[in-house]
């Protein structure tokens, strides 16, 4: 059925019940910060344009552990929500299920195998069947850095270890927080994350893809660890427990340096009216220049006895280019499509779809084990168990790698 077909439907709906909308989409999410509630409005105003109705179920926590719980309760209760935000392997394991819906017929109408990359249809289809469409790419592996408390330090920005960590001291001798953080699973593993890809692409990809015993427990892994002691000396005391969008807020206020964040945490600058060259700075976690690592978020479609137009209506907004731009642009991300301008994004939005289709094209593009692209979700949280446990104190580095091993092969 074509798009047109769809709004037909949908709209003869509208006219034979005589509600306000042709069918509501009731939509399971995490987006809860100022800045990724600003980018969902701009889909929920384009459905809404659809007279497609949006009932919301935001369920907060940034790494989407909370959601999937919820949803395996809605789930098991027979109550599945008609479109879910997921990332990675939870798409995988949920299409193994047997519980999603199907997209292919919007999806060959539309073209989406021409114009979304590979890496990530591996996660947007199944089988050989559309599930989910993919409505952005996040890069993993940023720093967002102030910009007047770099220009204090008087230096410039970091692009190696020993520049990052000189630039983390004079920021401390100058009275501020160096490192921004908030001390949840997720977001240390997205600093781990980058440590480990600093290390070598073929590091990051033995140790948090191959699951190599050898990478996972060897002197470089021990090096890593020994890398976010370092880093732990720059947190601040009253770290555990702080979301990572209070966390950009001290950037923002003047209270701390910078943050190791996802592309995410660009909306919150943007939300308070920063600007990147002005007000903040945008670089790669030193050492990872010219390697990327990525999630995608997604809305999945599960199977529903009714409102399967308003699924693939949904599902053809979320994949409009037009959207893909004007969401992206806020979010703080890169469009999913390859064929969006990079006209109405800013300079770290546009060196973000450059970076993204050079590490593509030079097959430096790797799925992020923090955000569940590189390894299930049984692996990736066995992995956070003790990257968290180590950064709050409880294991050395040497010890770190040994139970990180342990904690692998516990989970495979």
Same mark, same amino acid.
């Given at each position: 059925?074509?798009?047109?077909?769809?709004?037909?439907?949908?709209?003869?709906?509208?006219?034979?019940?005589? +509600?306000?909308? &042709?069918? %509501?989409?009731?939509? !399971?999410?995490?987006? @809860? /910060?100022?800045? $990724?509630?600003a #980018?969902?409005?701009?889909?929920?105003?384009?459905?809404?344009?659809?007279?497609?109705?949006?009932?919301?179920?935001?369920v907060?926590g940034?790494?989407?552990?909370?959601?999937?719980?919820?949803?395996?309760?809605?789930?098991?209760?027979?109550?599945?929500?008609?479109?879910?935000?997921?990332?990675?392997?939870?798409?995988?394991?949920?299409?193994?299920?047997?519980?999603l819906?199907?997209?292919?017929?919007?999806?060959?109408?539309?073209?989406?195998?021409?114009?979304?990359?590979?890496?990530?249809?591996?996660?947007s289809?199944?089988?050989?069947?559309?599930?989910?469409?993919?409505?952005?790419?996040?890069?993993?592996?940023?720093?967002?850095? +102030?910009?007047? &408390?770099? %220009?204090?330090?008087? !230096?410039?920005?970091? @692009? /190696?270890w020993? $520049?990052?960590? #000189?630039?983390?001291?004079?920021?401390?001798?100058?009275?501020i927080?160096?490192?921004?953080?908030?001390?949840?699973?997720?977001?240390?593993?997205?600093?781990?994350?980058?440590?480990?890809?600093?290390?070598?692409?073929?590091?990051?990809?033995?140790?948090?893809?191959?699951?190599?015993?050898?990478?996972?427990?060897?002197?470089?892994?021990?090096?890593?660890?020994?890398?976010?002691?370092?880093?732990?000396?720059?947190?601040?005391?009253?770290?555990?427990?702080?979301?990572?969008?209070?966390?950009?807020?001290?950037?923002?206020?003047?209270?701390?340096?910078?943050?190791?964040?996802?592309?995410?945490?660009?909306?919150?600058?943007?939300?308070?009216?920063?600007?990147?060259?002005?007000?903040?700075?945008?670089?790669?976690?030193?050492?990872?220049?010219?390697?990327?690592?990525?999630?995608?978020?997604?809305?999945?479609?599960?199977e529903?006895?009714?409102?399967?137009?308003?699924?693939?209506?949904?599902?053809?907004?979320?994949?409009?280019?037009?959207?893909q731009?004007?969401?992206?642009?806020?979010?703080?991300?890169v469009?999913?499509?390859?064929?969006?301008?990079?006209?109405?994004?800013?300079?770290?939005?546009?060196?973000?779809?450059?970076?993204?289709?050079?590490?593509?094209?030079?097959?430096?593009?790797?799925?992020?084990?923090?955000?569940?692209?590189?390894?299930?979700?049984?692996?990736?949280?066995?992995?956070?168990?003790?990257?968290?446990?180590?950064?709050?104190?409880?294991?050395?580095?040497?010890?770190?790698?040994?139970?990180?091993?342990?904690?692998?092969?516990?989970?495979?």
């Open positions: 059925m074509k798009l047109k077909q769809l709004m037909a439907s949908a709209a003869l709906v509208a006219l034979t019940s005589g +509600s306000a909308y &042709a069918e %509501d989409v009731e939509v !399971l999410h995490w987006w @809860t /910060s100022g800045g $990724e509630a #980018a969902l409005n701009v889909l929920k105003d384009n459905l809404a344009g659809q007279d497609i109705g949006w009932v919301d179920m935001p907060a940034g790494g989407g552990e909370a959601a999937m719980t919820t949803l395996r309760a809605r789930v098991t209760a027979g109550d599945a929500p008609t479109a879910v935000q997921m990332l990675g392997f939870d798409i995988i394991d949920w299409a193994n299920e047997d519980v819906g199907n997209l292919n017929e919007v999806a060959a109408a539309e073209g989406w195998g021409k114009v979304v990359p590979e890496a990530l249809q591996a996660f289809k199944h089988d050989g069947n559309w599930i989910a469409a993919p409505v952005n790419v996040h890069s993993t592996n940023w720093v967002w850095i +102030s910009k007047s &408390a770099l %220009d204090a330090t008087g !230096l410039g920005a970091p @692009t /190696s020993d $520049e990052l960590t #000189a630039v983390l001291d004079a920021m401390k001798a100058n009275g927080t160096p490192l921004a953080h908030g001390g949840q699973a997720w977001q240390d593993a997205t600093i781990f994350d980058a440590v480990v890809l600093s290390m070598g692409d073929d590091f990051y990809k033995s140790a948090l893809i191959d699951l190599d015993t050898d990478a996972l427990g060897g002197a470089t892994m021990v090096e890593a660890f020994q890398r976010m002691d370092t880093l732990r000396g720059y947190v601040d005391d009253n770290f555990s427990g702080r979301d990572w969008n209070l966390a950009s807020a001290m950037v923002i206020n003047g209270e701390a340096g910078m943050q190791m964040m996802g592309d995410w945490a660009k909306g919150e600058f943007l939300r308070a009216d920063q600007k990147p060259g002005e007000d903040f700075v945008c670089i790669r976690f030193p050492g990872t220049q010219g390697a990327v690592t990525f999630n995608s978020d997604q809305f999945v479609m599960f529903v006895d009714e409102g399967n137009d308003a699924q693939l209506a949904m599902a053809s907004a979320v994949m409009d280019p037009v959207f731009s004007a969401f992206n642009v806020v979010k703080g991300s469009p999913a499509r390859t064929d969006v301008p990079n006209t109405d994004f800013d300079d770290c939005g546009k060196k973000g779809m450059v970076d993204l289709a050079d590490a593509g094209d030079n097959g430096r593009l790797f799925g992020s084990m923090a955000h569940g692209h590189s390894v299930p979700a049984s692996v990736k949280n066995a992995i956070y168990d003790v990257v968290t446990a180590h950064f709050n104190g409880e294991y050395d580095a040497e010890t770190a790698a040994q139970e990180l091993v342990n904690a692998v092969e516990s989970a495979m």
